[in-house]
Antibody
Framework: EVQLVESGGGLVQPGGSLRLSCAAS????????MHWVRQTSGKGLECVST???????YYVDSVKGRFTISRENAKNSLYLQMNSLRAEDTAVYYC?????????WGQGTLVTVSS | DIQLTQSPSFLSASVGDRVTITCRAS??????LAWYQQKPGKAPKLLIY???TLQTGVPSRFSGSGSGTEFTLTISSLQPEDFATYYC?????????FGQGTKLEIK
């Protein structure tokens, strides 16, 4: 059974940092593009970042220079290092897998940026 | 970035109704469009990709069509479990973008 389990969310002050992790199981992790998608009540779904099987990375403009996506295939893990956090980064963050649609998702981890 | 505009944003319908949701792209995306269903407190579920191909296990009452800039998701006969929010997503270019969502409610 495919499983994606996010962790690392929480409450952080503006300007602070968090590192999200996603533990993958049930599939060959290194063979799949992986993504971080966030959801806010006001703005719906937003693809924050992608790392493909060749370790090429993509970011939405609003997080470029602040967030870094990485993967560790030996540990079947995906990461999102988030620096210089802003109130507008407050959201549920999902990891997802797939290239032809995002066909597996985790349960999400809540990130709240507030003083 | 490619913008996706869904219509309507809210839809009220009854069990057994046929409903159609439209997704328009700001530029051509061929058939690189996905449809997702999301229920409260849950992650989105992939229904269709590319534009008209049902994912395994998705009921045949769901169908998708379109290419280029205009796409539709149709549910032929609504069932109680179909009341949810539906999103389109383009996978033609980065950044991948989603439509704003269509909330399907029980009338």
């Amino acid at each position: 059974e495919v499983q994606l389990v996010e962790s690392g969310g929480g409450l952080v002050q503006p300007g602070g940092s968090l590192r999200l992790s996603c533990a993958a199981s049930g599939f060959t992790f290194s063979s799949y593009d992986m993504h971080w998608v966030r959801q806010t009540s006001g703005k719906g779904l937003e693809c924050v970042s992608t790392i493909d099987t060749a370790d090429k990375t993509y970011y939405v403009d609003s997080v470029k220079g602040r967030f870094t996506i990485s993967r560790e295939n030996a540990k079947n893990s995906l990461y999102l290092q988030m620096n210089s956090l802003r109130a507008e980064d407050t959201a549920v963050y999902y990891c997802a897998r797939g290239r032809s649609g995002y066909y597996s998702w985790g349960q999400g981890t809540l990130v709240t940026v507030s003083s | 970035d490619i913008q996706l505009t869904q219509s309507p944003s809210f839809l009220s319908a009854s069990v057994g109704d046929r409903v159609t949701i439209t997704c328009r792209a700001s530029q051509g995306i061929s058939s690189y469009l996905a449809w997702y269903q999301q229920k409260p407190g849950k992650a989105p579920k992939l229904l269709i990709y590319p534009a008209s191909t049902l994912q395994t296990g998705v009921p045949s009452r769901f169908s998708g069509s379109g290419s280029g800039t205009e796409f539709t998701l149709t549910i032929s006969s609504l069932q109680p479990e179909d009341f949810a929010t539906y999103y389109c997503q383009q996978l033609n270019s980065y950044p991948r973008t989603f439509g704003q969502g269509t909330k399907l409610e029980i009338k």
